[in-house]
């Protein structure tokens, strides 16, 4: 299949192309950038481009909405730009993105592949009431794609009430995101708009469909979001209230989940790994970066805490949309 990605001179963007290198299912046929970036060689702007790309020459996004010429889109574009983009493209082809634009329309599923995969049933919604040939398919806030791959296998002892805490990487803030004056020596106790899409992306994802919409998970989620001084990898000290379960219970879940294996996924890999001390240094780039890895297991009180740690921009951005696309294939949906 061809595919373009938009943004892609951005972070998100230039994950999302080094993640297509060689890829067996997806050829990167139109990269885009800005109207400054249009004309020139991949390579020319970002230095480190796998070699498959360097010579690519950039397209302008109004460019490629004149004529995409492509099976599939990626999109890393800022929110901003998103919503009327994705929904001019949907019209012809499906749209995999890491925009926000669209993740609380009622047909647009958020979609984690090992915790909501049934949520792909929206597409057929979205295609009948929207009258589009494609779709539109969201992957979640980047901390919210940590947190719900550590709840989901949690899902059969009765999940009541979740709280996090995020200890979250700079470059979850883009490149222009935060100086180092702010970020050096510091930890900036507040990320706009960061805590709500956790507290309400969280429980789309856990919810359930019912009449054509997502209903949501009944149980309070409640967050607090702070940046800290590490490069990559979002870290998250959870508190959860269950019906029932025991540590050792719940760590054999943690253990055992793997609901992808077997499909032939070609970016797949191991969605959760248990380690006593979990660290951003140590384990963001664990299965290529989509492993999360879960520790620091213990009962506090009537409830559990945990710690859990993920690569933001590969797990919480362009590979979880990268496998979402390649679930959506594997399913028929494309």
């Not at 020139?40 to 909405?65: A, H, M, N, T, W």
Request: contains cysteine; hydrophobic residues 40%; charged residues 25%.
């Amino acid at each position: 299949m061809k595919v373009a990605v938009l943004g892609a001179t951005g972070m998100v963007g230039r994950t999302f192309v080094k993640l297509l290198e060689g890829h067996p299912w997806f050829k990167v046929e139109k990269l885009v950038a800005s109207e400054r970036s249009a004309g020139k060689r991949y390579g020319e702007l970002v230095e480190d481009s796998p070699e498959e790309f360097r010579d690519i020459e950039l397209v302008s996004l109004g460019e490629f909405l004149r004529d995409p010429g492509v099976d599939l889109v990626f999109n890393a574009l800022p929110a901003s730009l998103s919503r009327e983009v994705e929904e001019r493209l949907a019209k012809d082809v499906p749209v995999f993105t890491n925009a926000r634009a669209h993740r609380y329309d009622e047909d647009v599923p958020i979609l984690v592949p090992e915790v909501n995969p049934e949520h792909l049933r929206l597409i057929k919604v979205q295609r009948e009431k929207r009258g589009w040939d494609g779709f539109i398919v969201t992957n979640p806030n980047c901390s919210t794609a940590v947190l719900t791959v550590s709840l989901a296998p949690l899902r059969e002892f009765g999940i009541k009430r979740v709280h996090v805490a995020t200890m979250q990487a700079i470059s979850g803030a883009g490149f222009s995101g935060l100086s180092a004056l702010v970020i050096h020596d510091n930890v900036v106790p507040l990320i706009s708009g960061e805590e709500w899409k956790i507290e309400n992306e969280s429980r789309k994802i856990m919810g359930q469909i019912e009449s054509g919409r997502i209903e949501p998970a009944s149980f309070e989620v409640s967050a607090i979001a702070t940046r800290v001084p590490v490069l990559h990898g979002h870290t998250e000290a959870v508190f959860i209230e269950l019906e029932h379960g025991s540590t050792e219970e719940i760590k054999e879940v943690f253990e055992s989940f793997d609901p992808l294996e077997g499909l032939g996924l070609p970016s797949y890999e191991r969605p959760l790994v248990y380690t006593e001390v979990p660290q951003p240094r140590l384990h963001r780039d664990r299965g290529k970066g989509l492993t999360v890895t879960v520790g620091r297991l213990e009962r506090s009180g009537s409830a559990f805490k945990y710690v859990v740690t993920g690569h933001n921009l590969v797990r919480g951005a362009a590979g979880g949309s990268l496998l979402n696309a390649e679930l959506a294939k594997k399913l028929g949906y494309i």
